[in-house]
Every structure is written in C-alpha cells, then in structure tokens.
C-alpha cells in the first residue's frame, strides 16, 4: 500500500491528465463503524490535492455503501490504484500480493496482464 501511494501522484495522476489510459480506479481505506477500514475499490470523479470524490464500484461490507454512491476520502486513504492502457492493468498493488493465495490459472492469467510497476 505504501508503494501504491508512493506512486499515485507521478504514475496514476500522471497517466490521466495526460489520458493515457481507461477504467481509471482507486482503492482506498474507508473508516468503519467498528474501528477498522474496508479496502474498497472507487472511480474518481473529481480528484484535488486535499480529497477525491469516487464512486464505489464494489458492494460495501463493513460500511454503509452501494456500487454507484459517492464517498469523498483523503490521499493518504489511498491504498492501491489502477488503470488499462494498451491492454495491460497498471498499478494493482494489492492483487499482485494475493496472486499467491489464488488459483493458479486465475493468478497466471492475471500476471499475463500486469504491466510492469513504475
């Protein structure tokens, strides 16, 4: 996660003000009401120095929250990213640590399209 955000601001920023790319993503850690965070992966809708404004695209578990309803969260909840760009997946930090824990076809056909990190 640190390595996601390390990267965010020259890598993933990078790659949409120059609009290289599509199916922008965000991960971020989203405070539940039990103290913990939910990792939950979000479209940018508006994006400044100080808060990100996204659409959740998964189903909420551990907080109140549906695919399509906007949050607004820090950069520093920021915990993977991720774009296409001439059909590889960039960024995924956190699904290339749990390629190890799934099936193996699914895990080979997921590093067949993971571009390398930046």
Known sequence: ??????????????????????????????????????????APVSISSTEITAELVNEAVYFEGHVGDEITFSPDQISDWSYRRDGKLHGNYTTRVMLPEIPQDQAARLRAILAPLP
């Open 1 to 42: 996660m640190a390595a996601a955000r390390e990267s965010y601001s020259t890598a993933f920023l990078g790659a949409i003000r120059a609009r290289e790319g599509e199916d922008f993503l965000l991960k971020a850690g989203i405070d539940t009401p039990g103290n913990g965070r939910e990792h939950i992966w979000t």
